[in-house]
Each structure stands twice: as C-alpha cells, then as structure tokens.
C-alpha cells in the first residue's frame, strides 16, 4: 500500500530565545484530509501489527514482544489518525548562540511549540510570523 505524502509547502517560522532578536526559520509541512490520514493510520497498523505477528515465532521474548507491537500499533493509529498536519525538514538558526541546525520538532504541526537547540541547549520558542 502506498503512503500518501499529503499536500506538501513549506512555512516559515520565528525562533524566540531568551535574548536577541528573534531569528527565522522553514518547516516542511505534510497536509493530510480524511482518506489520506486513514490510509496512513491503516498503514502503521499493517506494518505493526506483521511485526507482531512475526515476533510469535521469537521463544520466550514473544510474551513481551508480541503484546508491545500490537499496543504500539495501535497507538501509531490513532496518532496517525490525528494528525492533520506533519512537520519535517525544519531548519532555523539558534538566536542565543546563533548557530544553523536542523530541529527537532513534534511530529504534528503547531505553534506556538518549545524546541531545544542542539549547541547550547536552550528551550526556544516556535512561533509562526504574524
Ligand atoms: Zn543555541
């Protein structure tokens, strides 16, 4: 089964850190409607789900292993159910110590959102431009 990549653009961002002037940045940002994020969540399941299946063939390690797949399966589900909108490929540039990084964001879109720089470790704050 093919998974959709959604409607795909891209966002520009503002970092806030504690001083400085806030900098910029871009996300890459996956739109999902209902048939896509169903086809997403049913994806997951398949592929968690053959995972478990697989582990029953695993001694001793199956009574952990196959119970975890299935719950993990289950979750990724319904996040994927959820999620409307899936950030990737963010970039930006620290306004405390001022170095370009790739960040880690929440796997669903929303600002405002805390992020951390890689170099200093500070919590920032996302938020979208007004
Ligand atoms: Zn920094």
Redesign the pocket.
């Known amino acids: 089964m093919p998974v959709p990549s959604g409607t795909t653009r891209s966002q520009r961002f503002l970092l806030n850190g504690y001083h400085g002037q806030p900098t910029a940045g871009q996300v890459t940002i996956h739109a999902f409607d209902r048939a896509q994020r169903l086809q997403r969540a049913l994806g997951a399941l398949a592929k968690w789900w053959g995972i478990a299946v697989l582990s029953v063939f695993i001694p001793v390690a199956h009574f952990i292993l196959v119970p975890s797949f299935l719950a993990y399966g289950g979750w990724q589900f319904f996040q994927r159910l959820g999620t409307v909108e899936l950030a990737s490929d963010a970039r930006g540039t620290?306004p405390?110590?001022g170095?370009e990084q790739v960040l880690d964001l929440a796997p669903r879109w929303r600002t405002p959102q805390p992020v951390t720089?890689r170099?200093?470790h500070?919590g920032l704050r996302l938020t979208a431009p007004s």
Do not use: K
Request: some cysteine; charged content about 25%.
């Open positions: 620290c405390d110590c170095a720089c170099h200093c500070r």
